[in-house]
């Protein structure tokens, strides 16, 4: 198991492709079967009382993937989202940034599957888990 | 099975919770046991190639379902999402608004279970399916 | 939209490659993106309290979806679940029949998805409902 | 975090709660956060090909959250299933008794999530991942 792209190529592609989710996130580390993701936390992820909302969480949780899928397959920018579960299980902690732990579980021709925990900066208890799917194209 | 609210008080009370998504949603119909909300779709819940993006798919059932909850229990803000899953099925059709319709499954006590399918306005086949469970807080 | 196969030809196909199963399930009613389907209730099926068990409403989501599948696509017994979420919502009522109400959501080159909805027989609150992916084997 | 039951009354409260699985199950491993549990695979375990049915793999997931769950709390019998979601990554290998290895996310005052990997014995690629809710009864 090798990886396609390097961490820096990763992150220039989905700048590429991604333009308008620049400043959201940050690619932590990465290995052939890991992805650390960081949602640079702002004003427009909250919700009333500085809580990360639901919809950011699922975009972290839905980049981490998709870059952990891009790592390993190169640049292919029409992987797309089939299937996504979620578990909201705390209030992520206000002011701070959100990081996704995924570890890709299958990586086929056709179908990649990785969860994703995920925890407010400095905390040890997750603040949400998620699953997805991604379809591959085509060669 | 009545509702607690109607369409403009349910309307109006999600405009004061959550005053950063008033210009993103609007409630087309409400009955107490289905509700059909709509996302105004605008430039920035577009992916490249106009096509509606994932967080914003999830964030359309995701209101639809509280407000649906709502709109049967009353105003009661602390209401959270605590599982979800979605199925992307086909791409939204670009420059459309994307329309919910929500059937609540069960109100319990202690939570709700909503489904909700997604289309395109105008389409007749639907681009993602989700449910989503929420926990009421006790009176 | 049409079927690939009446639901005599369904019912003969779903023995032959599940004989173990053959006692188990019955096909009520089929049409182009509907399938009912119905656990026969006997004692291996249920918990203490004779109440239906998970696993078994389980298998009921999961054959119903399987059916609908092979009665579009044809005779295809390599179709495989490669996702499935569920909420179990009621308990379901003892001694009586589980009916699964299962509709045809995306029927693609390579996925299809359909969700379901359990009924205790002459019930009309669900017990469960389920979302299921298969995966389609290349012609 | 300390146990309620050790590994032995653990074992023991399930063949008294669950008697007609009591073949099917063994516990590999108990700690106050990680649970190993084994599906004693038999004939009525499989599919044709000799392959572990996904009944069988839910039915052993379910059981590994019960359980995680009841090691925490103590001897709840009512602690029910809510929510469950899966994914089918590999065919499981044939004549292998399936290890699930579950680790609990949240254990709350009314609900707890855990999250499980499925293994073929001696495989070291997942064939399922389960998460799964659980409601506990009021004390």
Chains 1, 2, 3, 4 share one sequence.
């Not at 936390?41 to 909302?53: C, N, Q, Y």
């Not at 639901?54 to 870059?67: N, Q, R």
């Amino acid at each position: 198991m090798t990886l396609a792209l390097t961490r820096d190529e990763l992150a220039e592609y989905l700048h590429e492709v991604f333009p308008q989710i620049r400043d959201d996130f940050a690619i932590d580390d990465l290995s052939p079967e890991r992805i650390t993701m960081r949602l640079l936390t702002a004003e427009r992820h909250l919700r009333p009382g500085g809580t990360v909302s639901g919809p950011s969480m699922f975009a972290l949780a839905d980049v981490a993937v998709y870059a952990m899928v891009l790592a390993r397959i190169g640049k292919k920018a029409l992987a797309v989202t089939t299937n996504c579960s979620l578990d909201f299980m705390r209030k992520p902690e206000a002011g701070r940034d959100l990081i996704a732990e995924c570890r890709l579980l299958k990586l086929g021709r056709v179908l990649a599957v990785a969860d994703v925990l995920m925890f407010s900066e400095g905390g040890t208890d997750p603040v949400a888990r998620a699953s997805m799917t991604y379809s591959i194209p085509p060669a």
